[in-house]
């Protein structure tokens, strides 16, 4: 506290160090020296504290002046101070005696107090025990008298007591029964308790059995009163659980035996439906005065309704469940799973229509949480009836992915059997004859699953090797229902190449099954969205409402599947211009043609012009109805470019051989000017040489016309207008030798 108070002088703004660290309790020299060595040198530490101890020294010394005569006059005040204190010491303790005496009165005062009350408080516990068994004595002598005397009336009378009466007589017995139950629990051990108890027995032994048989006899006779008295004792005697057993086991398991049978169930076609019927018949036409008079029913008066009571609850469901698991064991076989989902969804149905039976909210739930309803649902063995149409789904999908890609079936919008399984697949887990709403979860996963396993095939298919099969051995690889459109896009169909054995050990996969994988997976990306639309009538179904997060899954899902796309298209790219430049590098052939063979000067394109060209004429007739146009398109830009690159390279190198032989051919005739040697034809026109530089020009205008008769523009394909450039070159250069 001092410390905190003590005001310290304050030093100049551009100390190192803050004054206030040394009133701190926790200072440490160490750590204070350690920490201003972060900011400062130890040189400019040590002049700082030498100017703030100069100034302290300073301040202490102006304080010491400051109170000089204090300082000066304290000893001179003190002067007879122990005298006065030696005065004061004999009266303190003379005072202090006296204190010490009355507090040892008080104490043995207040302990003879204490010691009165507990004895008064035991006399009381004694006599509260002597009066509870009091009051239990005169209990049970009261209610032997109340019964004596009305045995005494019964034998005196010709006709008895009518039930109302003995209602009436009950309930007072009850009454009185249920204070003679509180006091007995409060004499517990008492020695004159235990004599008690053998007449407290036959009481209860007797009241119980007279309480069941007015109970049967208000059912039978449907006496309202009755019951109501009756029902009215029991909860006085806080033994309502009792009634609801009595009433389970008396009215409604005779009924519940009667309905529930096996062998009725099995032999008529809606056999569990019209036992559920009957069933839930039960309660209108049995309880109804049970219900009236508990306020079960609409129409009970508040004021006559006797509370505590459920029947539905804890008399009717749980015999039902009983009767249904002991007599009727194959319900909740999922052996058959179609057969599992038809019985379970019946039951589901009876009991939400049981539920609205019992006639309130707070009725419903004692009904959910009861032990009965819980043993119930848990004999459904939904795990046991998934993995069985696990293994369906997951094993005809499974089956499809096979080696031979096998076409869709016919109507199908897909065109491979795979793809084709995959949505019926996904169809089938949210269908009504499989869905069940506590498997939505587990039928979500496997969608998801399904999806990805989709997308995995996918890009296995996507790096197979092509085939190079011909065309009868093709149409024998692929199913009747497409063979006119089973030709390959690769060449080796139509030259007959056969296959190394290397790749026949390999799966393999023709050009129109590439092309049917692509549309697949196209058309498969688009209808995506219809599985969110398929799948959130069920998910409200069942109170899930985060639709976004199933929107993003799914949109994951097509993310991964368009991840393959561009694999895929890399691939019939690479096809189909492999399969037209098998025919355009024929253009090699083009001097062969026309050296020394005094052919015509050429007027029209060659023919291996029109047969690169077949490819992509195929691609756009034969698949137009399974594949977009701007898929079309792009895959005839890309196979275009790749082929008119290596074409360009072709030509070429043509042209550079034709210019080399050319200038050879002239070396050669000034080596040997005695010789004659004509390059030209035998009719004097057009050289060789220029011939083909014609021919070659001819082939690639007709190529340029063919591109854009596809609906494509040249300015799109790569290296084009390199290529016509050069072949233009070449065409002017033999016109202008022509001339």
């Known amino acids: 506290m001092e410390g905190k108070k003590m005001n310290l002088p304050r030093g100049p703004e551009n100390l190192c160090f803050d004054k206030d660290e040394f009133m701190k309790p926790d200072f440490d020299v160490d750590h204070f020296v350690s920490d201003c060595r972060k900011r400062v040198q130890l040189e400019e530490l040590r002049e700082d504290l030498e100017l703030y101890y100069k100034l302290l020294k300073t301040a202490m010394v102006e304080l010491i002046n400051k109170d000089y005569a204090d300082f000066v006059n304290l000893s001179t005040n003190l002067v007879g101070m122990d005298k006065a204190l030696n005065q004061l010491s004999v009266p303190l303790g003379q005072l202090r005696e006296e204190v010490m005496s009355l507090k040892s009165c008080v104490s043995e005062g207040i302990q003879a107090v204490d010691d009165r009350m507990t004895k008064q408080e035991d006399i009381r516990r004694k006599k509260m025990c002597v009066l509870r068994l009091i009051h239990v004595i005169q209990s049970v002598e009261k209610i032997e008298k109340i019964l004596h005397s009305q045995g005494s009336k019964e034998l005196s009378s010709l006709e008895g007591n009518s039930p109302l009466l003995t ?306 051995e093709s149409k024998k690889s692929v199913p009747v229902g497409r063979r006119e459109s089973s030709v390959s896009l690769s060449p080796g169909e139509d030259q007959g190449n056969g296959s190394s054995p290397e790749s026949q050990t390999l799966p393999s996969i023709s050009s129109t099954q590439l092309v049917y994988v692509a549309a697949d997976l196209d058309k498969l990306q688009d209808q995506i969205p219809d599985i969110l639309e398929m799948i959130k009538p069920k998910l409200e179904m069942i109170g899930f409402k985060n639709v976004s997060c199933i929107a993003g899954a799914l949109e994951d899902s097509k993310t991964s599947l368009s991840a393959c796309v561009p694999t895929l298209n890399n691939r019939i790219i690479q096809d189909l211009s492999e399969s037209s430049f098998a025919y355009l590098k024929s253009a090699l052939e083009v001097p062969r043609l026309y050296r020394r063979t005094n052919k015509e000067v050429p007027t029209k394109a060659s023919p291996y012009v029109d047969s690169a060209l077949k490819p992509f004429y195929r691609l756009q007739n034969e698949y137009k109805d399974i594949l977009k146009q701007p898929m079309i398109h792009q895959w005839l830009e890309g196979a275009l470019s790749e082929s008119t690159q290596k074409y360009y390279e072709t030509v070429s190198d043509v042209l550079s051989s034709v210019k080399k032989m050319e200038e050879s051919l002239k070396r050669l005739k000034q080596a040997r000017r005695n010789v004659t040697s004509n390059p030209v034809g035998t009719n004097g026109g057009m050289s060789d040489d220029n011939k083909i530089r014609l021919q070659l020009a001819l082939d690639v205008e007709y190529f340029g016309e063919q591109i854009r008769k596809m609906g494509l523009e040249t300015s799109s394909i790569k290296s084009f207008s390199a290529l016509t450039e050069l072949v233009l070159t070449a065409k002017d250069q033999a016109t202008a030798e022509q001339s």
């Open 167 to 472: 209602g009436q007589v009950l309930e007072r017995i009850a009454t009185e029964f249920n204070q003679l139950q509180f006091h007995a629990v409060q004499s517990k051990g008492m020695p004159l308790l235990d004599k008690v108890r053998p007449r407290i027995a036959g009481i209860t032994a007797m009241l119980q059995q007279s309480l069941e048989g007015l109970l049967l006899e208000g059912l039978q006779t449907s006496n309202v009163d009755i019951i109501r008295h009756c029902l009215r004792t029991y909860a006085t005697i806080d033994k309502t659980r009792d009634a609801e057993a009595l009433v389970g086991q008396v009215l409604v398991k005779p009924y519940i035996d009667e309905v529930i049978v096996e062998q009725y169930v099995q032999s008529h076609p809606n056999g569990l439906q019209a036992m559920y019927n009957r069933l839930l018949e039960f309660v209108p036409h049995h309880c109804r005065l049970l219900r009236e008079v508990t306020g079960g029913a609409i129409s009970s008066e508040k004021a006559d309704i006797v509370p505590g009571y459920d029947f539905l609850v804890n008399s009717v469901w749980p015999e039902i469940v009983r009767g249904l698991e002991e007599k009727l064991p194959s319900l909740f076989n999922p052996g058959n799973p179609d057969v599992f989902h038809e019985k379970y969804t019946t039951s589901m149905d009876f009991v939400r229509k049981f539920e609205r039976q019992c006639g309130s909210q707070a009725s419903v739930k004692r009904l959910r949480s009861h032990p009965s309803y819980q043993s119930f649902n848990n004999k459904w063995n939904l795990p046991v009836y998934f993995q069985i149409r696990f293994r369906e789904i997951a094993g005809a999908f499974e089956e499809a992915l096979s080696d031979t890609l096998e076409e869709a079936p016919a109507g199908s919008s897909y065109c491979l059997l795979a793809t084709h399984m995959v949505w019926m697949s996904l169809l089938k887990c949210w269908s009504d004859q499989m869905f069940l709403p506590l498997l939505a979860h587990r039928l979500w996963k496997l969608s998801l699953q399904i999806l990805a396993r989709y997308s995995v095939f996918i890009g296995e298919v996507s790096v197979r090797p092509i085939s190079c099969e011909n065309m009868k």
